[in-house]
C-alpha cells in the first residue's frame, strides 16, 4: 500500500525540503525570460502592507491634496466572469512591489540613475494616467509612494514616505 | 473518465480562461497604448540583453497596434482550439497560443497576473506537448505534471503560511483584509476584526492548502469531489474578497487531471 504512494511521500518531501533552502536570485537574463515556466507558488507569502501610490496636480501655482492613485475597486457578483478593472488594479499592485524590490537593491549610484529604470517610468506612466483621468486641467502632477492607515471610509493619514517623484509636466 | 476525455476537459476549461483573459486585455487597450501605462516604447529597454533578431520580433508583435491585431487573433485561435471540429490542425493551434500567451506575458514584463498567467502557461505548455504524441499516447504523463503541478500550487502556499507566525496566529489574514489594497465585503471585514474567526479562518485555510496534495492518494470518487468541490469554494471566496478571478479558471482547469490521477 505504502509502497503504492511511494513516488508521491518523495515528491512532497522534496518540496517540503526545497522549501526550507533559501536559493539565490536567478541573475541570468536569459533564464529570467523563461521565469513564467517556473513558478515558486508562494502566494501571500508576506502580510506587511503594500504602499500606495499617492498623486497630486499642480495647476496655476496651487497644489491640490494629496489622493490615493488607485484605490482597490470593489467586487461585484458578475466579476468572477469578467474582471479588467480588478486585475489591472493586482498588475498596479504587483508593480508597486515590483518598484519597491528594485529601490531596495539599489546601491547609492543606482538610486541617482533611478528614474531612468523602466519600473520608475511606468510608475510616472501610472501616475500621469489618473491625473488625466482626474483633471483636465492640470499642469504639473506629483507622485509618492507611502505607507498609508485609512482613518474612514474616505480620509487617511499618510505613516510613511518611501519615494516622493519631482513635480512633472503633465504634457510630456 | 478516460485521458482523451480529461484532456479534452482541460483544453476546454483553459480554453474559456484564455479568452476572458484576452477580453479583459481588450478592455483595458487604452492602459498599453503610447498615451497609457505599459507603452511598448518604454518596455522594450527590458529586453537590451536579447539578440537583435529577438528583439526585432518582439518590437514587431508588441508595439501597439499589432498587439491589439494580436490579440483579436488570439481570440480566434481560442475559438477554434475550444471547437472540436477545427479546419486548422490542433497541433499548430495549440502552439500558437503557448506562443501568444507567452508574448502577452513578455508585453507586461513577464506577467500581468502573477500566478494565474504562470499556471495558464504551464496547462497549455502540457497541452503543447501532449498534442505532439498520436491517439493521446502522452495524455497520461502529461495529466500527472497537470496535477503536480496543481497539487504543489496549493501545498506551497499552505507551507509557506504555517512557517510564518502572523498566519498562524492569524493576524496576518486580518492584516491583508483589513489593508488599502483590498476592497473585501464589509461584512467578511467585520467578521474577521473577531481575533478567534481569524484564527480559525487562517488556520482552515492552512490545513486545506497543506492537505491538497492528498487527494491525490485517495481513489473513491466521492471523497475527491469533495476535495474540488472544496478547491471551488476557495477560488471562490478568492474571487470575491480579493478579485482574483483569472486563478479561478485556470485552477479549475487542471481539476480534470486531478480526477483522472486519483479516481480513474
Known amino acids: 500500500m505504502i509502497g503504492n504512494f511511494f513516488p508521491l511521500i518523495l515528491y512532497i518531501g ?14 541570468n537574463k536569459t533564464l529570467n525570460f523563461f521565469k513564467a515556466f517556473f513558478p515558486s507558488w508562494k502566494f501571500f507569502d508576506e502580510s506587511v502592507n503594500t504602499p500606495v501610490l499617492l498623486i497630486r496636480t499642480q495647476n496655476n501655482e496651487t497644489l491640490s491634496d494629496w489622493q490615493v492613485a488607485y484605490p482597490p475597486p470593489k467586487t461585484k457578483w458578475f466579476h468572477f466572469l469578467l ?5 489591472f488594479y493586482l498588475a498596479f499592485h504587483s508593480h508597486i512591489q515590483q518598484l519597491l524590490g528594485e529601490l531596495t537593491l539599489c546601491d547609492e549610484d543606482e538610486t541617482k540613475s533611478f528614474h531612468k529604470l523602466v519600473t520608475y517610468k511606468t510608475t510616472v506612466n501610472f501616475a500621469r494616467f489618473k491625473v488625466l483621468q482626474l483633471s483636465a486641467e492640470a499642469e504639473y502632477f506629483q507622485f509618492k509612494i507611502s505607507n498609508i492607515e485609512y482613518i474612514d471610509n474616505f480620509n487617511f493619514q499618510v505613516l510613511d514616505d518611501i519615494l516622493i517623484s519631482p513635480l512633472t509636466e503633465i504634457n510630456e | 473518465m478516460n485521458s482523451a476525455m480529461a ?41 537590451y540583453y536579447l539578440q537583435k533578431p529577438f528583439q526585432q520580433g518582439l518590437n514587431f508583435f508588441l508595439q501597439e497596434t499589432i498587439f491589439v491585431t494580436f490579440l483579436w487573433m488570439k481570440i ?16 499548430l493551434l495549440s502552439w500558437l497560443i503557448l506562443f501568444s500567451t507567452f508574448l502577452v506575458s513578455q508585453r507586461f514584463r513577464g506577467s500581468f497576473n502573477g500566478g494565474s498567467d504562470y499556471m495558464t502557461l504551464i496547462v497549455i505548455l502540457a497541452l ?12 497520461r504523463p502529461i ?3 497537470i496535477s503536480l ?25 486580518v492584516v491583508f483584509i483589513h489593508s488599502p489594497n483590498y476592497a473585501p465585503p464589509l461584512i467578511i471585514k467585520n467578521l474577521l476584526k ?38 471551488l469554494l476557495f477560488h471562490l471566496n478568492n474571487v470575491f474578497n480579493f478579485g482574483l478571478n483569472r486563478f479561478l479558471f485556470v485552477w479549475l482547469s487542471t481539476y480534470p487531471a486531478l480526477y483522472y490521477c486519483t479516481v480513474r
Open chain 2, 7 to 47: 484532456i479534452q476537459f482541460i483544453q476546454s476549461i483553459i480554453g474559456g480562461a484564455l479568452l476572458i483573459q484576452t477580453i479583459e486585455y481588450l478592455l483595458l487597450q487604452s492602459s498599453f497604448s503610447e498615451k497609457g501605462i505599459w507603452r511598448w516604447s518604454t518596455i522594450r529597454n527590458d529586453f
Open chain 2, 76 to 91: 480566434i485561435f481560442i475559438g477554434l482550439f475550444i471547437t472540436t471540429f477545427s479546419f486548422v490542425p490542433h497541433m
Open chain 2, 194 to 231: 473577531h481575533k478567534y474567526l481569524a484564527f480559525i479562518v487562517s488556520w482552515l485555510i492552512i490545513l486545506f492548502e497543506l492537505s491538497f496534495p492528498f487527494i491525490l492518494f485517495q481513489h473513491k470518487s466521492i471523497f475527491v469531489l469533495c476535495w474540488l468541490i472544496l478547491g
Open chain 2, 149 to 173: 503541478q496543481s497539487v504543489t500550487s496549493y501545498f506551497m502556499a499552505g507551507l509557506v503560511k504555517i512557517k510564518r507566525s502572523d498566519w498562524r496566529t492569524g493576524e496576518a489574514l
Open chain 1, 14 to 27: 522534496l518540496i517540503i525540503v526545497f522549501s526550507l533552502i533559501k536559493f539565490p536570485a536567478i541573475e
Open chain 1, 83 to 87: 474582471n479588467p478593472q480588478g486585475n
Open chain 2, 143 to 145: 495529466l500527472w505534471i
Open chain 2, 128 to 139: 503543447c506537448i501532449e498534442s505532439l504524441a498520436p491517439d493521446h499516447l502522452l495524455a
